[in-house]
C-alpha cells in the first residue's frame, strides 16, 4: 500500500532533551517536507527536500533540522526541544514539484509534547 | 506565511444539503489545492485547479477558482455525514516550491 509513514504517532518529552520522529514513503517521490499545526494557524512548513542530499528552509525552520540521505526517509530532528515546539507534526511527500500540478500525500501525524 | 483564509471559520448544515466553503488567497499562484483532514488525522488530497481553469468537478465537489478575486470555492453537493472534517485550501505561488495552507473551514453535518 502506497503510504507516508511516520513515527511515533504521539511523544511526551521533557525540554531540552533530543529527538527524533521519523518519516519514511514507499512512493519513490523526489519531494518530501515537514509541516507543523497550531490551532487557529492552520499548517506551516518547516523544512523540505526537492531530492536527495538536497534540503531547505520552510517558514518556521527554527528549532529543527532535517536530512535526506535516502530518498525514501525524511527524519525530523529536533536537538533542544522546547514547550512551544509543542504541536501536531506532519511528514508529506510528492512525485514532484508543487509547481507541476502534484499533490502531497500526508502522514498520519506525530502529536509532540513538550513538557 | 499563510497565504490562504477560508471563510467561514466553521460550518454545520444538514444532510442532504449542499456546503460552500470560500477561500482567499493574497498573490498570484501556480495552482490551487484543497484538502480535507479528519480529526487530527492525516490530510488527504481532493482536487487541484490550475491557474488557467475556472472550474472543475470531482464526484460531489465543484471547485472554482477567480484570479481577478484571488478566490476560490469548494462546493459539496449532496453532503453526508462522512463529510464532517476540516477542510484546507493550499495555494502554489509561482517562483517557489511551497504548498502554503490556509486556517481551514471546520465543516460539520448533521445527521
Known amino acids: 500500500e502506497a503510504q507516508v509513514t511516520q513515527n511515533p504517532r504521539y511523544l511526551i518529552t521533557v525540554t531540552g532533551k533530543k529527538l527524533t520522529v521519523t518519516c519514511s514513503q514507499n512512493m519513490n517521490h523526489e519531494y518530501m517536507s515537514w509541516y507543523r499545526q497550531d490551532p487557529g494557524l492552520g499548517l506551516r512548513q518547516i523544512y523540505y527536500?526537492?531530492?536527495?542530499?538536497?534540503?531547505d528552509k520552510g517558514d518556521v525552520p527554527e528549532g529543527y533540522k532535517v536530512s535526506r540521505k535516502e530518498k525514501r526517509n525524511f527524519p525530523l530532528i529536533l536537538e533542544s526541544p522546547s514547550p512551544n515546539q509543542t504541536s501536531l507534526y506532519f511528514c508529506?511527500?510528492?512525485?514532484?514539484?508543487?509547481?507541476?500540478?502534484?499533490?502531497?500525500?500526508f502522514g498520519q501525524g506525530t502529536r509532540l509534547t513538550v513538557v | 506565511s499563510q497565504q490562504g483564509e477560508e471563510d467561514p471559520q466553521a460550518l454545520s448544515i444538514q444532510e442532504g444539503e449542499n456546503a460552500t466553503m470560500n477561500c482567499s488567497y493574497k498573490t498570484s499562484i501556480n495552482n490551487l489545492q484543497w484538502y480535507r483532514q479528519n480529526s487530527g488525522r492525516g490530510l488527504v488530497h481532493l482536487i487541484l485547479i490550475r491557474s488557467n481553469e475556472r472550474e472543475k468537478h470531482s464526484g460531489r465537489l465543484r471547485v472554482t477558482l477567480d484570479t481577478s478575486k484571488k478566490s476560490s470555492s469548494l462546493l459539496i453537493t449532496a453532503s453526508r455525514a462522512a463529510d464532517t472534517a476540516s477542510y484546507f485550501c493550499a495555494t502554489v505561488n509561482f517562483g517557489n516550491e511551497k504548498l502554503t495552507f490556509g486556517t481551514g473551514t471546520r465543516l460539520t453535518i448533521i445527521p
Open positions: 527536500s526537492m531530492n536527495v542530499e538536497v534540503t
Open positions: 508529506a511527500s510528492s512525485p514532484a514539484t508543487f509547481k507541476r500540478q502534484s499533490e502531497a500525500f
